[in-house]
């Protein structure tokens, strides 16, 4: 019916990932490990109020989000990429926070970090990375120098009417957004063969004439490479790229959810296959490019950043109630300031 | 599970000797739904996570197994399918249950919601009945991430062709529910998630209303019928009009009122829309001053709409404008600071205190 | 990456439309062109609002609706499927009434007719349809009695969320349903080429696992064909089928459009390609199916048939108001009948 | 198309002897689209049929050809899809000026309206402000189809985050727009579409009101700040309340009421949200007697938040609750029923004498 689009292979910056650059992914990945684990017992011990675990989706996470150019692209996450947030640099105190019910959106900067405001609605940010990406365009920066739109979604999300509209005007208008699936098994009790008809995230893009990559998500280099190229693809103007990373949430969708309910360990166990994060260890041991010290080190360090960022996260004290009205707006309403002012009265006395 | 207590002001009731049973909201809303399915062979449930979940709220937990894969079952994730497969299933004689999982996320089905289902019978004439009961888990409390502690009764209320109605107790949940979902008409069933684990009386084999908890059991309290507005408690001086979660607030409130002598109705509104005018207007007409409490955003919500019904019928007696004590025109915060949001017994008062002392000119 | 899914061939109805059939298609057909351009004649004189004239789709909506079982199946039109309606035997002036401002839906029993109201909102039913489709695999027919419903709509529509929702909707939960797009070329002024990325809706099929048909549109006996074995794979319990009737808005988008200003008359010309009554007339002369004197009855029979219809349109008085609360509800709210009681005191003086 | 007439009244405006045009609401919104593109680089306009047919309505019409398929472009047909680029657009640091094509449409956004556009600011804290303003051919009174005469105005005005117009004439709908689009904040502008080719002076050197058409102007119309509401007739007896097309329909009723001695003072309110309450007080605090009209359905009406408003303020001096005069709690009607339906000269006379003739008690 159709040909299947081909992905323009015009990766500038081809060069095999470095020893250096292999070992600082794991590293990552360590951190990432570290800190979820981290956070779900801060979630136990009442530190904070829930979190969404992404055990599992570290290599998905990291490969990707390590892909990302600082200077010129942009990530529109939803609230399970904390690993993509590490990978960036992101000030995590700022990030967890969204966690410990500071701020919906979080408290870092999404504009010097790059990565946009926490995203609670499922595929609620998907167009919004089309518009950027179609900005770029209208910047008129000349092909090759176009900042990429990343934008993460789940299999789930993949069901949301917003994914296809954003995958049919991204293709119209040939913007440069990269959509990057974590195809992750579930969608909280929903298994993907309920949820994705076809079976495949990548194979709907075909539809719309976009270049889609289907890759082994618990594979980091694999997940780094697939999305190098589609960064590469996308800022040489050809379009769009939509990257499905198979991998599997080995945790529960959110400390609220109970798994046992909807699978069996063994089901657990036998779908989530190997981890990725240990994979990976296995890999640098036997090409000889990290040794057990370089992986202690790795776990000390990651160790050492959650003590920080928890210390971070308990200091955080509640925002003050009067932000609830400064931040509405950029130039308040009189009817906003008053309420605030009742406020004021009514709840600080004063 | 439930354990049962004894109540004499039930003797009336079908049962003879009735048994009012102690559950939590979540406990009679499943077991309303239990009752549906088994009385309704046309009745379906479904929405994300319902089927082998059981939902998240567990509502509708067990059902499934116990009533099968075709009765309750797993939608994709996408709210606009499942309320747009609703009005079809519909129209071919079922009686859908949909489930929204949680207030925000109606908005992406709003079109399906406005638009298809509340206008399907008046299109069509009445040869396409939309007999579709939507839960919604509703209203904030719990901590929860954004979107998930929203308000959308002022909306839904506006749309002609919906019918909207809000439990505040276990009790009200059983029968409005099972209500709800033996009539021919849309019905947004909006449930105070915040109190979805508060225990109550409930007494299945009578509507007649019972009082919300044993700690707000004056005797006076009384019911009236299942589609109007309930006196969750009697008092001379003030109406308090609530619903949802915000009802058991203002029954505290009362309490500590009561304490320096101002003694409070408190009506719980129940249905949305149609709103019960009668009952603000019998109220009021006594009492003479009345504060409406929600935590809907002030502007546009219902309070003003509530307010503007008793303004209309009690002009002539009213002592005070009548006071709106809700949340602000601001998102829905996150939880550090949703009880500053949320209207608190504080500003409950504040808004009593103005009533109380307003003098004209 | 998936294989293409294909159309069960089990038209248990197979049998080639016989030359009293083809005759028939064509009387319809032309009974079709004939009321629409007299609607449009109707609309300049005053006698209706406005009108969707359907002018160049004549085979694709006779011959996919000559396909529908009455007894059974059910239609979900938008509002410009009258060619799909007389098909299917429709009250005209029922059908009509709509663009005389007489009532949205149309004034037709759509539960006799098994034709759903008249849609305004694109896409709106097509989740309708899904949903329907469901129902009978709940209702518990046995396989090959099914009843099948068939959604139309066009590929502006196919933009819409609801689409993608309604696909993936009905192919995991295998609704027998056929999705009939009528890829016009136009939605109002966006031509197919800035509206479908990758050109054919019929491609975004395989995406999900359905089985497709790209058929000319313009060609009756093709679209017929095409829709009867959609029918049968459906009513066989196979799940959905896509199919995407190629063919030509010649008209304007309604009577309040003038696509002079987004196309020319040559332009026209050119993409419409052949007239599908002159192309199926030239056929069934060619193939000694029908003469002249067969032509000529059925533009009698067409005019006679407009000249009823006009008079019902003329002679349809407004709707009483009360209707406006009356048919609001099955259950009418007090609320409701006070404004009612308002309205009639204050409206008609009583 | 448009010709010039002096009026004595703009000679404070910038321009020295000013230069008032009549012209439609069509061209005065066209021309400020032409000189919003022409100031802001990062401004574009797009949506469905936006471009090279210049919209339905022809409010872009010409601006593609004029500015380039850059700034002025056709989308598919996703009002989703629209507005969810049009935030990412916004976070580029562009100022979108999406179209829906009628109010109906809206509905398939509104999540996105809701959730994203009219939170994204809060949620990052300020730092991804939304300068949205987003166009909306608005209700009813020109015999369309199903979903194409829809007010939407108590809706958006309840959603936080979101500021609400309206205009009502030729003049105001020029400088309305071009105020909106220089905010950095979301605007919903609800252009009255049954009035796009009523004619009325423009004066586009000042914002300083004029009346709606000559046959109003007694000389003693005046306007404010823009951000305000705008007295559109003055009057002692009676305060009328509307905006968008009703606003012309209440100076006709004004009209007419004064040939029985009324005499009526019409507030065209323009800001939905954030609504001008001190106008409100202004004008009801003199008159004492308020009437507000709108078309969209009465329950949960944004009537409701003018009469509480006005309520509030005024309640010691009003002579009679305020009276709501709008379109009824059913869908839309088709064409023939739309007159019936929509708030006419006699439905508004009913109910200033209902409030001209309120007794107490
Ligand atoms: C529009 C919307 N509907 C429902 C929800 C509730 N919800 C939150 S996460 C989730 C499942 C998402 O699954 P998927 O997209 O696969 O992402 P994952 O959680 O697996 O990372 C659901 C239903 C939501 N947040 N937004
Ligand atoms: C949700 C929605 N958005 C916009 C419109 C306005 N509108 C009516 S028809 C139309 C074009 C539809 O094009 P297509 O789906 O190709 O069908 P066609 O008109 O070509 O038959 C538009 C934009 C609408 N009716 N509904
Ligand atoms: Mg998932
Ligand atoms: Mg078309």
Chains 1, 3 share one sequence.
Request: hydrophobic share 40%.
């Amino acid at each position: 019916m159709t040909t299947e689009p081909v992905l323009a292979a015009v990766d500038d910056d081809a060069a095999p990932l470095t020893h250096h650059q292999l070992r600082e992914l794991y590293t990552l990945m360590a951190a990432v490990r570290h800190l979820d684990t981290a956070a779900v017992a801060w979630q136990r011990q009442g530190i904070i109020p829930g979190y969404a675990p992404e055990l599992g989706q570290e290599a998905a996470q990291v490969g990707s989000g390590y892909a990302v150019d600082r200077s010129r692209d942009f990530v529109f996450p939803t609230y399970r990429e904390m690993g993509v947030a590490r990978a960036m640099g992101l000030d995590m105190v700022g990030y967890m926070s969204t966690h410990k019910a500071t701020w919906h959106g979080g408290m870092y900067n999404p504009l010097e970090s790059r990565f946009a405001p926490i995203q609670a609605v499922v595929a609620g940010s998907v167009l919004h990375a089309v518009g950027w990406a179609h900005g770029q365009t209208l910047s008129g920066k000349a092909s090759g120098h176009h900042g990429v739109a990343i934008t993460y979604f789940g299999d789930g999300a993949s069901s949301q009417g917003d994914v296809h509209e954003a995958m049919n005007f991204a293709a119209v208008m040939k913007a440069p957004v990269v959509f990057f699936i974590q195809n992750n098994g579930w969608a909280i009790s929903v298994p993907t063969d309920r949820q994705v008809a076809g079976g495949s995230v990548a194979a709907r893009a075909a539809g719309y004439g976009i270049p889609s990559l289907q890759v082994d998500g618990n594979d980091v280099v694999a997940v780094h490479e697939a999305t190098r190229s589609a960064f590469a693809h996308c800022r040489a103007g050809n379009g769009p790229v939509v990257i499905e990373a198979m991998t599997y949430r080995r945790g529960p969708h959110s400390t609220a959810d109970d798994p046992g309910r909807y699978r069996t360990l063994e089901e657990e166990r036998l779908d989530a296959g190997q981890d990725p994060l240990e994979r990976f260890k296995q890999r640098l041991l036997a090409e000889g490019i990290a040794d057990e010290a370089f992986f202690a080190e790795a776990q000390r360090k990651a160790e050492e950043e959650e003590e920080a960022i928890r210390t971070g996260i308990e200091e955080l004290g509640p925002r003050p109630g009067a932000e609830m009205f400064s931040l509405v707006f950029q130039e308040p309403t009189p009817a906003l300031q008053s309420q605030a002012t009742a406020w004021r009265e009514e709840s600080e006395h004063v | 599970m439930s354990e049962t207590i004894t109540d004499p002001r039930s003797a009336d009731s079908n049962a003879g000797a009735a048994a009012v049973q102690q559950m939590s909201m979540q406990q009679a809303l499943n077991r309303a739904l239990d009752e549906i399915l088994a009385d309704n062979p046309k009745a379906v449930i479904f929405g994300e996570d319902c089927g082998r979940l059981g939902g998240v709220f567990r509502i509708t937990d067990g059902l499934q197994a116990k009533h099968g894969e075709d009765r309750v079952f797993d939608t994709p994730l996408a709210e606009s399918g499942i309320l747009g497969m609703s009005v079809g299933l519909a129209m071919a004689g079922f009686h859908p249950i949909p489930e929204v999982q949680f207030d925000g996320f109606a908005y992406p089905a709003i079109n399906q919601i406005v638009c298809q289902i509340a206008r399907m019978n008046y299109r069509s004439r009445g040869t396409l009945p939309m007999p579709i009961t939507l839960r919604v888990p509703s209203f904030g409390g719990i901590r929860a991430p954004e979107h998930h502690g929203e308000s959308l009764e002022a909306l839904f209320a506006h749309v002609p062709g919906l019918k909207v109605v809000s439990p505040s107790n276990p009790h009200d949940a059983y029968h409005l529910l099972k209500y709800a979902a033996t009539r021919p008409d849309p019905v947004i069933f909006m449930e105070p998630k915040s109190r979805y684990w508060q225990k109550g009386p409930v007494d299945v084999t009578s509507a007649a209303a019972i009082p919300v908890t044993a700690a707000h059991d004056d005797g006076t309290a009384h019911g009236g019928s299942l589609t109007g507005a309930r006196v969750a408690r009697e008092g001379r001086h003030l109406t308090l009009v609530a619903w949802g979660a915000m009802v058991a607030r203002c029954l505290q409130v009362a309490e500590l009122a009561a304490e320096d002598g101002i003694d409070i109705e408190v009506l719980d509104l129940r249905w949305l829309k149609p709103i019960d005018a009668d009952a603000l207007a019998r109220s009021v007409g006594k009492t003479r001053r009345a504060v409406v409490v929600h935590e809907a955003p002030l502007t546009s919500g219902l309070g003003a709409e509530v307010a503007q019904l008793i303004t209309q019928s009690c002009f002539a007696t009213l002592k005070a404008p009548v006071e709106r004590v809700t949340g602000f025109d601001v998102p829905y915060p996150s939880g550090d600071l949703e009880d500053e949001y949320i209207p608190n017994i504080d500003r409950i008062l504040f808004g009593i205190q103005r009533v109380l002392e307003y003098r004209r000119g």
